[in-house]
């Protein structure tokens, strides 16, 4: 089946610095890569969507200036969150689909700001 | 707005005690709903798409059928293995955006 890395896999960095998470679709090409935030036992939060070649489409209440998001061609797509701050801590997760195929799940990304 | 409300939001079976996780939704037009299964620290792993009502789809211990307003996974004898967080979404006609339920921990116990 479709393959979605996601890298790293965790992450621990100070407060203010900021940290790049690389999204890849392996076998495919995507069109649309979303990324998500989850917080511990609670679902998936949309936070924007990514088209190739084109700005991101962030969600209400994300800040785009803090979450900057690339996506430079139909298998790579990258959020880098911005002068992080302890609250920005949480489980970052991609996915990535085509207009036939259904969305397919990076392992996520577990960034933890101290 | 599109929304997605699974019940329970916890189930803990007995090896072997079949029982069914409910998603219901309303969306302004279906086009697809969607379970995935996430084991704790790990991405959503896709499992099924629904399409229209009546359809059902089945892998291994696991069935999904679907109707107008709602989504039922049913699990099978289950084994120890299936316990995991089980995720509904639903796609809109016209939008790749998934909105997500907050899903069912399934617990099974040997």
């Known amino acids: 089946g479709a393959v979605v890395s996601q890298h790293p896999s965790w992450v621990i960095c100070k407060s203010g610095t900021s940290v790049k998470i690389e999204c890849r679709s392996l076998?495919?090409?995507?069109?649309?890569m979303f990324w998500y935030r989850q917080f511990p036992k609670q679902s998936l939060m949309l936070m924007a969507t990514?088209?190739?070649?084109?700005?991101?489409?962030?969600e209400q209440g994300v800040e785009k200036d803090k979450f900057l998001i690339n996506h430079a061609s139909l298998t790579l797509s990258t959020l880098t969150v911005t002068s992080a701050h302890p609250e920005d801590s949480s489980f970052y997760i991609c996915s990535a689909g085509s207009k036939y195929s259904p969305l397919h799940f990076g392992n996520g990304t577990r960034l933890t700001v101290t | 707005e599109d929304q997605v409300t699974q019940s329970p939001e916890a189930l803990r079976l007995q090896e072997g005690e079949s029982s069914s996780l409910n998603c219901s939704y309303t969306v302004s037009g279906l086009r697809g709903l969607f379970w995935y299964r996430q084991d704790p620290g790990k991405g959503p792993e896709f499992l099924f798409t629904l399409y229209s009502a009546g359809e059902e789809k089945e892998k291994e211990r696991l069935k999904a059928t679907l109707t107008k307003k709602e989504s039922f996974l049913h699990i099978t004898a289950p084994k120890p293995e299936d316990s995991a967080t089980y995720l509904c979404a639903v796609q809109a006609i016209g939008n790749e955006k998934l909105t997500f339920g907050t899903g069912t921990r399934l617990t099974i116990i040997p």
């Open positions: 990514s088209n190739e070649g084109s700005k991101a489409t962030y």
């Open positions: 076998d495919f090409q995507a069109t649309t």
